[in-house]
């Protein structure tokens, strides 16, 4: 079983950046997909990133390519969400997320409790 805890969220001017982490417990982390979904107020979840259980995969919405960047460190069982160049449409609750596959990215198994992003404008 693998359980999930966000950090790193918070309030940030547009154009800034800010990392979010996902810190996950469990032994079966490293052969999990791992990535990050966000919900802004009134709209429905949506797909943000993802990474590969390797981290040689990873894809982005294009809302945020070329803006955000996911890693992983297996060492530390911690996902990582780099954010720059902030829009006040990113403002969000960010949710960490982990899937068996890459496949199976679009319905994660498991979710964490979610870190709140406001980007001011």
């Known amino acids: 079983q693998v359980q999930l805890v966000e950090s790193g969220g918070g309030l940030v001017q547009a154009g800034g950046s800010l990392r979010l982490s996902c810190a996950a417990s469990?032994?079966?982390?490293?052969?999990?997909?791992m990535g990050w979904f966000r919900q802004a107020p009134g709209k429905e979840r949506e797909f943000v990133a993802f990474i590969s259980w390797s981290g040689g995969s990873t894809y982005y919405a294009d809302s945020v390519k070329g803006r955000f960047t996911i890693s992983r460190d297996s060492a530390k069982n911690t996902v990582y969400l780099q954010m720059n160049s902030l829009k006040p449409e990113d403002t969000a609750v960010y949710y960490c997320?982990?899937?068996?596959?890459?496949?199976?990215?679009?319905?994660?198994?498991?979710w964490g409790q979610g870190t709140q992003v406001t980007v001011s404008s």
């Open positions: 997320a982990a899937s068996p596959s890459l496949a199976t990215s679009s319905h994660p198994a498991k």
């Open positions: 469990g032994r079966t982390f490293s052969s999990y997909a």
